[in-house]
């Protein structure tokens, strides 16, 4: 390795929000990164539970040379065996999300609390999953988007995903949400994703009206003001389908609450009862809002343990 090589790789999963997990942690770790975006090959669909890149395209594996890095970050049972080949060669392997399989030939698994890990000393639980919106982007997203400050506060950011295996949320849930969201202030700030569908975010839209707001929908053309709306927002209404939602909102300080978008598996209700359990979040409609608290740097805890590893 060269002095012009970084140290570490990141494993990026074609999914934006797994990526997310280990992006965040590189960032926060300070360092120079290379980032290897992963592609799969057919072999991905099977169970592969040991140290092969047999997971990837022909494309991808062709990426995996020496000079090898000292540390590589990756997230999601894929990318895995993908990590473990490169421990085989001396690298050290920090990986987000239970693998299912050899958790303890990881240097780190840093896995969300409302997934049960087991204790074991390489183990670091958190709450939530890590994520890419540091206070310096916030802080950056607050004067890039400054004109949301024009609107009235108090401001509550409506955050809509939909039902997990679902095609949709059903209009009428978006709709419940968005009148409740409505009563907390005195403008809204809202964002459908791919997951809220056309029907409820149209529905949203007419809830809406009246109301002093900005709706961003999916796919909408401009730059996308999530972050800003994260930055401005005086207390969140997020749908417990996202980990990825629910663990952005809880780096602002502003008070959350937990909506159900219908459809929700185990594993997200464990998630919104770990938020309440520990008082960083309160189920919409419950009649009580959580009180004042610190914004949540869980990737900022990881990063200082992964550093230790270069």
Same mark, same amino acid.
């Given at each position: 390795?060269?002095?012009?090589?970084? #140290?570490?790789?990141? &494993? #990026?999963?074609?999914?934006? !929000?797994? $990526?997310?997990?280990?992006? @965040?942690?590189a960032e926060a770790i300070g360092e120079p990164f290379r980032t290897m975006p992963l592609a799969w090959s057919p072999f991905a669909r099977l169970p592969l539970r040991w140290a092969t890149l047999a997971g990837l395209s022909r494309a991808c594996r062709a990426q995996f040379a020496p000079p090898w890095p000292r540390l590589v970050i990756s997230a999601g049972r894929r990318a895995a065996p993908a990590a473990l080949w490169l421990a085989r060669r001396g690298v050290r392997t920090v990986h987000c999300m239970d693998p299912g399989f050899a958790r303890a030939r990881f240097d780190m698994l840093v896995i969300g609390q409302h997934d049960a890990? %087991?204790?074991r000393p390489n183990i670091l639980p958190i709450l939530g999953a890590t994520h890419r919106m %540091?206070?310096?982007?916030?802080a950056a997203a607050r004067e890039e988007f400054a004109a949301l400050g024009t609107l009235p506060p108090p401001r509550v950011a409506l955050l809509l995903g939909g039902p997990v295996r @679902?095609? =949709?949320m059903d209009p009428a849930v978006a709709v419940a949400i968005a009148e409740q969201a409505k009563g907390l202030g005195a403008s809204i700030l809202a964002s459908a994703s791919r997951?809220? @569908? &056309?029907? =409820?975010?149209? #529905?949203? #839209?007419? $809830?809406?009206e009246g109301t002093p707001h900005r709706l961003f929908r999916w796919g909408d053309p401009g730059p996308n003001p999530y972050a800003g709306f994260l930055a401005w927002a005086d207390l969140l209404v997020v749908t417990g389908d996202s980990v990825s939602m629910l663990s952005e909102s809880l780096a602002t300080g502003a008070p959350l609450l937990v909506a159900d978008p219908g459809g929700l598996g185990s594993r997200h209700r464990l998630l919104s009862e770990? &938020?309440?359990a520990s008082g960083l979040a309160a189920p919409l409609g =419950? !009649?009580?809002a959580p009180g004042p608290r610190a914004a949540l740097d869980e990737t900022g805890r990881v990063a200082t343990r992964a550093r230790g590893l270069l």
């Open positions: 390795m060269t002095s012009t090589d970084p #140290a570490i790789w990141v &494993l #990026a999963d074609p999914r934006a !929000g797994t $990526a997310a997990q280990a992006l @965040g942690i890990p %087991p204790t %540091p206070q310096a982007r916030l @679902g095609e =949709a997951r809220t @569908g &056309l029907a =409820a975010t149209d #529905a949203l #839209a007419r $809830a809406l770990s &938020l309440f =419950a !009649g009580t």
